[in-house]
């Protein structure tokens, strides 16, 4: 079984040697030409505002086609990606589809959201790719927002901090992902330029059997509201945690109650 480095529990490997592909190039070469022949695709998710349900923007989550394999997630190849070498071309795959995606919606309000991991954003190539498609496609930075897990922060050196400000400061939001589960959350809080915070979803899927939970999801709340910073509830599956959150101040939601990832569609 062909084991990539970092393929934590719970992770679908996608390969055995019985698919001849063992080593890091053939596997490499198999990933560039998946992106160039666009079996790799983004599919978006939309989020909305808990107060009427109404669409705020869209999160890009990357899928791979796969010609055998069907639809695969990204928890089945991210690690693969990161094994081969391949984070810095997904990721400006991924930034170039958005910024092209937000080009084309026709509500001009919404905003879209990409997943960027540390090994991504630590190439320092990033920002300047991701501000030079939104300044060749001339989208409104605000109208794309990037996600980082606290996870991947644990080994944030100076270049990462480097390429936040420069997104930051060119208006580009960053929002804080999987909040709550993160080792340091509160220095990365005061320590990064955050606009925002994406509750992780397992204190939603604990409301409302879990007290411990919900409790925990509303002083999380409290504390992003007390910093100014954008609150958006993951993983939001049924009409009370929709109602709870919203009462105890998460203003933005996003979960299967409202849609799953879809095929971008402009006109949506
Ligand atoms: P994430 O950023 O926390 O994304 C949310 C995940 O929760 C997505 O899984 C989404 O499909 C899933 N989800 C959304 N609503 C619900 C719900 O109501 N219930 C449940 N149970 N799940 C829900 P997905 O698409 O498998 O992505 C997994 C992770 O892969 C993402 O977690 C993100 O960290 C990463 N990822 C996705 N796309 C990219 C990308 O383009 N680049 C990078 N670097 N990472 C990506
Ligand atoms: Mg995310
Ligand atoms: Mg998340
Ligand atoms: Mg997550």
Same mark, same amino acid.
């Given at each position: ?34 992106? +160039? $022949?666009?079996?790799?695709?983004? &599919?978006?998710? #939309?989020?909305?505002? =808990?107060? @009427? ?24 190849? =991210? ?20 910024? !092209?995606?937000?080009?084309? $919606?026709?509500?001009? *309000? ?12 630590? @190439?320092?190539?990033?920002?300047? $790719? =991701? ?17 980082? *897990?606290?996870?991947? =922060?644990?080994?944030?050196? *100076?270049?990462?901090? &480097? !390429? ?8 580009? /939001? ?10 340091? #959350? ?6 990064? /330029? ?9 204190? *939603?899927?604990?409301? /409302?059997?879990? /007290? $411990?939970?919900?409790?925990? +999801? ?19 599956? &049924?009409?009370?945690? +929709? ?26």
């Amino acid at each position: 079984l062909y084991r990539a480095k970092g393929a934590g529990r719970g992770r679908t490997e996608v390969y055995d040697s019985s698919m001849g592909v063992a080593t890091t190039s053939s596997l490499h070469r198999e990933l560039t030409d998946a992106i +160039a $022949t666009r079996q790799l695709v983004v &599919h978006y998710q #939309p989020i909305v505002d =808990l107060a @009427d349900m109404r669409v705020v923007g869209y999160e890009a989550l990357v899928r791979w086609q796969h010609p055998h394999r069907g639809l695969l997630l990204p928890g089945a190849f =991210l690690p693969l990606v990161q094994e081969a070498g391949m984070s810095v071309p997904l990721a400006q795959f991924v930034a170039t589809e958005v910024v !092209e995606f937000v080009s084309q $919606t026709t509500d001009r *309000t919404r905003w879209v959201s990409i997943n960027v991991s540390a090994d991504q954003l630590g @190439d320092g190539e990033f920002a300047t $790719t =991701l501000l030079g498609e939104i300044s060749r496609r001339r989208v409104a930075a605000g109208r794309i927002v990037v996600e980082l *897990t606290e996870s991947s =922060l644990v080994a944030s050196g *100076t270049r990462i901090r &480097h !390429e936040l400000t420069q997104l930051s400061a060119a208006g580009v /939001p960053i929002l804080l992902d999987d909040f709550g589960t993160g080792v340091s #959350p509160l220095s990365y809080l005061r320590d990064l /330029p955050v606009a925002g915070v994406k509750l992780d979803m397992s204190f *939603t899927s604990g409301i /409302p059997d879990d /007290p $411990t939970a919900g409790k925990v +999801a509303r002083a999380l709340g409290a504390l992003a509201r007390e910093l100014a910073m954008v609150t958006i509830a993951e993983g939001i599956e &049924h009409d009370e945690q +929709a109602r709870y959150l919203h009462r105890n101040g998460w203003r933005y939601g996003q979960g299967w109650l409202f849609g799953g990832a879809q095929p971008g569609d402009v006109s949506r």
